[in-house]
């Protein structure tokens, strides 16, 4: 029995050695096999394992700026800040009271007070809290962290931002928070250039997050987009968006387009629209067309200059001889009338014809002198039925009729669809002694990362549809248009400038033939100035403003021309012309006085200079030493403009009554303020009120009162008292 219980006990030990070895030997295996293959189940560990332990994390390229011509940016990427909670029991850190944290929270970040209870006790580690609590400037963080809520953190994001909010906004477009798409303007027109490229970096880190010590990192650069210098004058661009309010408030037109060009280069200075929209809050947009590019419609009489200039150029033109006005035949069944319900002025000259803005007058300079075909040869030498090539996207190429009627029609300004912007082009060869200018918003583009401008633009002559006398005359004959004893647009004569242009009122077809109705129409005016050596060509078109019985369509249309080209003319410092009488030696740029260069002298000294220039110093702050100043050293300004001196990041707010907009401009340029404003002429009123404590993160809102209206409330307030009085007097 002993010999047979060995006999056992020797056998379940090789048995149980055997399994053994068995077993060692599988999982030897398979830990070789994993040591090899370092793979389970088609796992590859180490990348779990890198995955697990490596962080990683983005690095951002910032999207190029977009400035003005004076270098204001007018698009920028700003640092925003997204609120989260962490909610891990123990982290230093975390949420101690999330009912509490709702409650108070709630209202900041604008969510229900129980779903933000739902999130601060959900079993995360960290959570979101919401659209509300993304992209929050710097002082809604502050805000927020002066709530003193445990738990509560904030990480930067990049943001879009847009400083003077409605600003040419479908000149700029917009950048869509939730996908970073470009949509509209420049921002998607150029977004290759703009848009800048993310890199990464990974290291190790240990269990905690925290990076593990001699780990090595591994960087992929980002760089940023290109940077946008624009055209367009700021100075020139405000004038033209108060304006455009003033007329959308008290007229609420349907639509309304503007644009300002240099006659002599083709740079835009100013374009809008309304309806408008404040890129930062896109999302209340109605109006995605930027009309003065994408929008072609019947241009009403605003083409009678072209008809003439192609007239006068093609040697079929003689402004002394007469015709029947009123009504005209052509022959084809149909009857062309002047405006006066085809009343018209008797016999008059072709000369009066643009001065009374005669329908039949011009359909005859086609039917009867030069044809069809030599109308629309010098037309399309204007560039009318083609893009005019401008950076901006989505450019209509319009619409040319081509019979023999339709010819007549154009003449006058129907049947063909034109855009504002081809009118800007045309109307440069007119300004500019027959020599046409191809507009363009892009001034140059440079490339941040190594400080080189890639692009830069230049004037691009587009053609030379007539000749130099043959402009001339033209201009002549749109000044008699504006000042003659029966011009038809008196309304848009500006003090101290003559004017060169022609009224526009387009019919707007409809199912039923055209729209009919005493504000029922697109009116407009073109013009030029000053008239014997254009430098501005402006163009400004209301569609059917709500207009009183006794109002014409020429008083919101000059409203907006009248205030761009007064106030254009001080921003550009040309001259006031020598004589009030049309048609004689106009203005000339120069005379304006050199800034001297003040930055880094001491306070008292810096306003004494600027003093002895006989300009105007506004000191910013209490530091000893002027840090900077606007404008800028070198740059030509008028007698007695302000010169902002900024010594210190805040000040005392000044009262701005009295200032005008372009007082306003420069001091947001010099303060890096925010300014919202609303009418036009000068400030009658600020949100901030003088000697408050200000700094460059703040944003005020100015009221502008013209001085005509000052009057009226002045007169009305007068009339008021002097009533007041006699019932007191009666009583």
Do not use: C
Not at 527 to 542: C, F, H, L, R, S
Not at 621 to 647: C, M, T, W
């Amino acid at each position: 029995m002993g010999l047979l219980k060995r006999t056992t006990i020797i056998s379940r030990a090789f048995l149980l050695f055997g399994l053994a070895a068995i077993i060692i030997a599988v999982l030897g295996g398979r830990f070789l096999f994993v040591q090899v293959s370092k793979e389970i189940d088609d796992v590859d560990l180490e990348t779990l394992a890198n995955e697990r332990w490596t962080n990683n994390e983005p690095l951002h390229g910032e999207r190029g700026a977009i400035y003005a011509s004076n270098g204001e940016a007018i698009a920028e990427e700003v640092t925003s800040y997204t609120a989260f909670a962490v909610l891990e029991d123990g982290y230093e850190g975390a949420i101690d009271d999330p009912e509490g944290t709702a409650q108070t929270l709630a209202p900041y970040i604008d969510m229900e007070e129980a779903r933000l209870a739902e999130l601060l006790t959900s079993d995360q580690f960290q959570v979101e809290l919401g659209s509300g609590a993304r992209q929050l400037s710097y002082e809604e963080r502050e805000e927020i962290e002066d709530l003193g809520l445990e738990g509560i953190h904030f990480r930067p994001e990049p943001k879009r931002y847009y400083p003077n909010q409605a600003f040419a906004s479908h000149v700029l477009g917009y950048i869509d928070r939730g996908s970073d798409e470009a949509i509209m303007g420049l921002e998607a027109a150029l977004d290759e250039e703009l848009e800048g490229g993310g890199g990464s970096m990974s290291y190790q880190v240990a269990r905690n997050g925290v990076p593990l010590p001699g780990s090595d990192e591994e960087i992929t650069d980002a760089y940023d987009g290109s940077d946008v210098g624009l055209t367009l004058d700021s100075n020139i661009q405000l004038a033209l968006e108060q304006a455009m309010t003033s007329v959308d408030d008290e007229y609420n037109p349907e639509r309304m387009n503007a644009i300002v060009a240099n006659a002599k280069t083709g740079e835009i200075l100013a374009m809008s629209n309304r309806p408008d929209f404040n890129p930062n809050n896109y999302e209340d947009i109605t109006n995605h067309t930027n009309f003065t590019v994408s929008d072609h419609y019947e241009p009403g009489s605003t083409f009678k200059m072209f008809t003439m200039a192609a007239a006068i150029e093609s040697g079929e033109y003689d402004g002394d001889e007469e015709f029947e006005s009123g009504t005209y035949d052509p022959g084809y069944d149909v009857t062309i009338s002047d405006h006066n319900d085809g009343e018209g002025w008797g016999e008059i000259t072709f000369d009066e014809a643009m001065e009374r803005s005669s329908n039949v007058g011009f359909s005859k300079l086609v039917n009867e002198k030069m044809g069809a075909d030599t109308l629309y040869e010098y037309l399309d030498r204007f560039g009318f039925g083609r893009e005019t090539g401008i950076e901006l996207p989505n450019e209509a190429a319009g619409l040319m009729s081509e019979s023999d009627l339709d010819a007549m029609y154009t003449a006058f300004g129907q049947s063909s669809a034109v855009t504002p912007i081809q009118q800007i082009q045309a109307a440069t060869a007119i300004a500019n002694d027959g020599q046409m200018m191809q507009p363009y918003i892009v001034d140059r583009i440079e490339n941040s990362n190594v400080n080189e401008t890639v692009y830069e633009s230049e004037p691009v002559l587009a053609g030379e549809p007539i000749s130099e006398e043959t402009a001339k005359e033209v201009r002549e004959q749109l000044v008699e248009a504006v000042y003659g004893e029966n011009g038809t647009g008196g309304a848009f004569q500006v003090d101290d400038m003559t004017i060169a242009g022609k009224t526009g009122t387009a019919q707007i077809p409809s199912e039923n033939g055209y729209l009919s109705g005493h504000d029922q129409n697109i009116f407009s005016f073109l013009g030029m100035a000053p008239a014997d050596d254009p430098e501005i060509v402006t163009y400004v078109a209301v569609d059917r403003p709500n207009l009183s019985a006794d109002e014409s369509g020429t008083q919101p249309v000059s409203t907006i021309f009248n205030t761009v080209m007064h106030q254009s003319m001080q921003y550009l410092q040309l001259q006031p012309d020598e004589s009030s009488v049309h048609g004689e030696e106009g203005s000339s740029e120069g005379g304006g006085i050199e800034v001297e260069d003040v930055t880094g002298d001491r306070a008292e000294q810096a306003a004494e200079t600027v003093s002895e220039q006989n300009l105007e110093p506004i000191i910013l702050g209490e530091g000893n030493r002027i840090e900077h100043q606007y404008p800028f050293a070198e740059e030509d300004v008028i007698d007695g403009e302000k010169i902002f001196l900024v010594s210190d990041d805040s000040w005392e707010m000044p009262d701005m009554t009295g200032w005008s907009a372009r007082d306003v401009v420069k001091f947001s340029t010099a303060t890096g303020m925010n300014i919202d404003h609303s009418g036009t002429g000068y400030v009658s009123d600020q949100s901030l009120e003088a000697g408050s404590e200000a700094g460059s993160h703040d944003s005020v809102t100015v009221e502008f009162v013209h001085p005509d209206d000052e009057e009226e409330t002045d007169a009305e307030e007068e009339s008021d008292e002097q009533e007041e009085q006699e019932e007191t007097d009666e009583d």
